[in-house]
């Protein structure tokens, strides 16, 4: 199992950036915050996608948001893998939770491989390295910080190593099957646990032993009720016969009453007879369809709607031709018009002239008048005085005259200019000043213009609606003669009429049947075939405890009835409780078979827990001391001690002084961290043989340079079967492979 090559399409810091990896001895070097640790964590998210392992739902650990890209949307990234020779492509969209792996060959997608399962987000991983995430982090991949024993997923690795040990078929886990074997006990219970298999059987062995013995009881009341219905049977057939000839006697009695209906239904019958009748003459309504008459009477509906639209518009298109050949005449005599108006102007002009002069004048004549009277009283005196007001009436009666003419002269051409306009226009204009505010908006010849053109496009409108309207009523026309055509009965009969006579053939349909019911009413209340017996021969004889009124033993027949039903009901219930009687008894026998089979299992059950448990300690013998071996070899290469280290069944060390072995605490931290590499070495070499992968993140750190080196001359020599890719922010590490001539690719940050 070999990494070829990292992208990092998008990931944490990095942003399309790819990584070429060699298949033995790799270095990646970069200093702190460089990112060796977002690389180390890609790998792992690929192929485990950040997932807690052994959940039933899905839940991500802490690193799927710490390395979701800052600056990024996308959450992505891909690994070409090499194994048993295959190159796969391993891509994962984090974002959207799913991954694909493709054939590198091929480019065909091959996802879909041995156990995948789309909602199982680790496949990958546990694909390509037969172990869930946990696993793999406490031995593919090791980390300074994690290379405490107590994070070591200890029961689940040596589960693993027991599976490795017994057939290296990963699929066997002796873990799983002593789980499995428990979980079967424990489904099956005891006798105690009613929720359980065992539980449920006894406890339904005990209510099965009482419903039969319950059943037992009812069986003898079963018996005792079936000789009590024998009884009431011949009681209420008895019952019956009394009634039977009370009933013959009622019938003497009510032949009156049978007569009186028999005649009552004639009647009915006749009444039939003459709806039935009416019915036939109307019949026809029936062969008209619906569809036709709803169909004539909406085009009635529509050539009425028609006509008051063609009404309508006649009337506006009067009003509007009023209006549009009023403005038509008066555009055609505008000119003319606006001459007149100028000369209406000028004479109130002179009018209002004229008004003033006279006020000049009045004044002038007054001043004239002072004055004159003025020379008079110095020259003749103050008798002479007196001629001046005479002479200044003279001559304001002299200016009103002459002023009152040029008046009437000016009204006439006014007069004469209003007669000439009315006559131009058509119009009977009252005043001048009529004609003066009905032509004053016609100073802008334009709007006037514009002003008919809309009329005439108004008209012209109006025509082609008119026009349509005609169309349309020549359609409507034509569909009517065609649904008359087609139905020859609705020629001869118009819309209101045949609503109203299909409401009548409703009724009269409605009538019939009520007649019917009332038929089957006497029918029922009453037996006309008495009328062809003879009751008057025969004699109908009673015992004296007989004679009863017939309410009387009607009371007694449905008391009868009521308690017969009862027992009966009662024998039914008992019946069906006493037929399940052999059910219940089998049903019993083979509870019991049941609870012994159980028993048996159990037995089987706790024998084979016994025997797995043996085989457990047993393959702890075997895989332990080759742990042990492999692990004091390692040590003895980086560090001469070899019988110094003990690893037990739990993966815990312990350090022998050449008297007693003391607890791993007294381990000085580098060779605690040695020790930690090289068990994870050998559990891997047991887990994975000879090909496997190891991911190493700055593990030496406190390592002295003599053990360092050594320890890298141990990961060299295994890297010629297995890929080694080491993490380190030291320059120390370049330095010791180049001393020790070993060949490694090197891939700074």
């Not at 909602?119 to 290379?147: A, W």
């Not at 306009?421 to 006037?448: A, C, G, H, P, W």
């Not at 019993?588 to 016994?610: F, G, P, T, W």
């Not at 030291?730 to 180049?738: H, P």
């Amino acid at each position: 199992m070999k990494i070829i090559r990292l992208d990092l399409i998008s990931f944490g810091r990095f942003n399309n950036y790819t990584i070429e990896l060699e298949d033995k001895f790799n270095l990646i070097y970069g200093l702190n915050e460089s990112g060796k640790t977002t690389i180390s964590k890609f790998i792992e998210g690929v192929f485990y996608g950040f997932v807690k392992p052994y959940l039933k739902r899905t839940v991500y650990t802490e690193d799927y948001e710490k390395y979701r890209p800052w600056n990024n949307e996308n959450y992505e990234g891909s690994i070409l893998v090499e194994k048993d020779g295959k190159r796969y492509v391993i891509y994962r969209n984090f974002k959207e939770k799913y991954f694909n792996i493709f054939n590198e060959t091929t480019g065909n997608n091959e996802t879909n491989l041995d156990d995948y399962n789309p909602d199982n987000l680790s496949f990958p991983g546990e694909y390509f390295f037969k172990m869930p995430s946990d696993i793999f982090k406490s031995t593919v991949f090791s980390n300074l910080k994690e290379l405490d024993v107590e994070n070591k997923n200890i029961t689940s690795i040596v589960d693993m190593l027991l599976n490795s040990s017994n057939s290296q078929n990963d699929t066997v886990s002796f873990k799983q099957a002593l789980v499995k074997l428990e979980k079967m006990k424990s489904n099956i219970g005891t006798k105690q646990s009613k929720t359980k298999a065992m539980g449920s059987l006894y406890q339904n062995k005990l209510d099965l032993e009482d419903e039969i013995k319950n059943i037992n009881k009812e069986k003898k009341e079963y018996e005792d009720c079936l000789a009590k219905l024998n009884e009431y049977k011949i009681r209420h057939e008895k019952l019956l016969l009394n009634k039977e000839k009370l009933e013959n006697l009622h019938k003497q009695n009510d032949l009156e009453k049978i007569e009186d209906a028999k005649n009552y239904k004639m009647q009915i019958l006749k009444e039939k007879a003459s709806l039935l009748d009416r019915v036939s003459s109307i019949s026809y309504i029936n062969e008209i369809e619906e569809d036709d008459v709803n169909e004539l009477e909406e085009q009635n509906q529509f050539l009425d709607a028609n006509r008051i639209r063609f009404n309508d518009l006649s009337k506006q298109k009067k009003l509007i031709g009023q209006d549009y050949y009023q403005l038509k005449a008066k555009i055609s005599n505008y000119q003319t018009i606006k001459d007149y108006i100028f000369e209406i102007n000028d004479l109130n002009e002179k009018s209002k002239a004229n008004s003033k002069l006279k006020i000049k004048l009045t004044i002038i004549g007054i001043i004239s008048a002072l004055i004159i009277a003025g020379v008079i009283y110095i020259l003749a005196g103050s008798s002479k005085i007196v001629i001046t007001p005479i002479l200044f009436v003279f001559y304001y009666i002299l200016l009103s005259l002459i002023l009152k003419f040029k008046t009437i002269s000016y009204n006439r051409q006014l007069n004469k200019i209003l007669q000439k306009v009315n006559q131009i226009t058509n119009m009977r204009y009252e005043s001048l000043t009529d004609v003066i505010n009905d032509f004053k908006y016609d100073t802008d010849m334009d709007r006037s213009v514009n002003y008919l053109n809309n009329l005439e496009e108004k008209l012209n409108d109006i025509d082609s609606e008119l026009d349509s309207i005609l169309y349309e009523d020549e359609n409507c026309k034509s569909k009517i003669n065609n649904i008359l055509s087609s139905s020859g009965k609705l020629k001869n009969i118009d819309v209101e009429d045949y609503r109203r006579k299909k409401i009548e053939y409703e009724q009269l349909i409605s009538r019939i049947s009520d007649k019917d019911d009332q038929l089957k009413k006497i029918s029922s209340e009453y037996d006309f075939s008495i009328l062809l017996n003879d009751f008057h021969d025969k004699t109908i004889q009673f015992d004296e405890n007989e004679i009863k009124d017939i309410n009387v033993l009607d009371h007694e027949i449905d008391e009868s009835i009521k308690e017969n039903a009862k027992l009966f009901e009662r024998t039914k219930m008992l019946e069906n409780s006493v037929n399940l009687l052999l059910e219940k008894e089998e049903k019993l026998l083979d509870i019991n078979e049941q609870i012994e089979n159980y028993e048996k299992e159990i037995e089987s059950i706790e024998l084979a827990m016994d025997l797995i448990n043996k085989s457990i300690n047993k393959l702890h013998k075997n895989f332990i001391p080759r742990i042990n071996k492999k692990v004091s070899e390692m040590m003895a290469y980086s560090t001469k001690d070899r019988d110094r280290f003990r690893v037990d069944e739990n993966l815990d060390v312990s350090v022998y002084d050449g008297v007693k072995f003391y607890e791993q605490k007294y381990l000085s931290s580098g060779t605690f961290d040695l020790l930690s590499i090289f068990i994870r070495i050998s559990v891997l070499e047991e887990l994975m043989g000879l090909d496997y992968l190891m991911i190493l993140d700055d593990c030496f750190v406190q390592l002295d340079d003599v053990r360092y080196k050594k320890c890298l001359d141990l990961l060299f020599k295994i890297s010629n079967n297995s890929q080694v890719i080491l993490f380190s922010c030291q320059k120390r590490d370049e330095q010791l492979l180049n001393e020790l001539d070993i060949i490694y690719k090197k891939i700074e940050l």
